[in-house]
């Protein structure tokens, strides 16, 4: 491995471990406060470093591993920009940018092809076909319905609700790949999806609780 490649790999592994830590940082603090605020801007930052390094670690050395890793930083890093985004065109909900309308085709087509991935590999028995159907059904729906929504115009119910859902599934990503670089030995496509399963019923609540 060359020495930008290792680089490449220190910087990302350093920015998702603190994507994990501001994350839980913006969980735990009041919502909207000085604290929450810092944590979620640290957070998206994060968020972008590894999307990047992950690209960057892609070029440097493709294997089939790395490009599904490539779809799915595509898929979580859309989460928390979209999420950001939903509070950054400012209080009126301002009409979509091109790079929101950008932003969503490219989460959908990638999560598209990422489906599509995972429907082969399950027809050659492979059960990681599971985890890319997961997580490009997931992402695929978030994008086609940002799409619907910015086509015709309409503003969220509630945007801090969909600001704080995108976050939260956001960070749900991160700790899936964490959690698959640490225990897929034991776990299998189990150290992929449990993630998935404790953070829907989570955004769930939250949808719920400030979805008024």
């Given at each position: 491995m060359?020495?930008?490649g290792?680089w ?6 350093a920015?998702g ?8 940082s ?15 801007r640290?957070?998206v ?5 590894v999307v ?6 892609l ?9 599904f890793l490539?779809?799915?930083?595509v898929?979580s ?17 301002d009409d ?6 950008a932003a969503a ?9 990422l489906?599509?991935?995972g429907v082969v ?5 492979s059960s ?5 159907v997961?997580?490009g ?9 940002d799409?619907?929504r ?7 119910e509630?945007r ?8 939260l ?11 698959a670089?640490?225990l897929?030995g034991?776990?299998?496509v189990?150290a992929?999806l449990?993630?998935t ?16």
């Amino acid at each position: 491995m060359t020495a930008l490649g290792t680089w490449a790999i220190q910087l990302h592994v350093a920015a998702g471990v603190l994507a994990v830590l501001a994350g839980l940082s913006a969980l735990v603090t009041a919502k909207g406060g000085r604290r929450h605020r810092l944590a979620g801007r640290t957070f998206v930052a994060s968020m972008g470093l590894v999307v990047a390094t992950t690209f960057l670690i892609l070029a440097l050395g493709p294997t089939s591993f790395r490009v599904f890793l490539a779809l799915v930083a595509v898929f979580s890093g859309y989460l928390a920009f979209s999420g950001y985004r939903v509070l950054s065109r400012g209080p009126a909900g301002d009409d979509p940018g091109a790079v929101d309308w950008a932003a969503a085709v490219g989460v959908a087509v990638a999560c598209l092809g990422l489906g599509g991935w995972g429907v082969v590999r399950l027809a050659g028995g492979s059960s990681f076909g599971v985890v890319l159907v997961a997580f490009g059904a997931i992402g695929l729906a978030f994008g086609v319905n940002d799409l619907r929504r910015f086509r015709a115009s309409e503003r969220p119910e509630s945007r801090v609700a969909l600001h704080l859902t995108r976050m939260l599934g956001a960070f749900v990503a991160t700790v899936s790949a964490v959690s698959a670089v640490n225990l897929t030995g034991a776990l299998g496509v189990v150290a992929w999806l449990w993630p998935t399963a404790v953070g829907v019923p989570l955004i769930a609540y939250w949808a719920q609780k400030y979805g008024g």
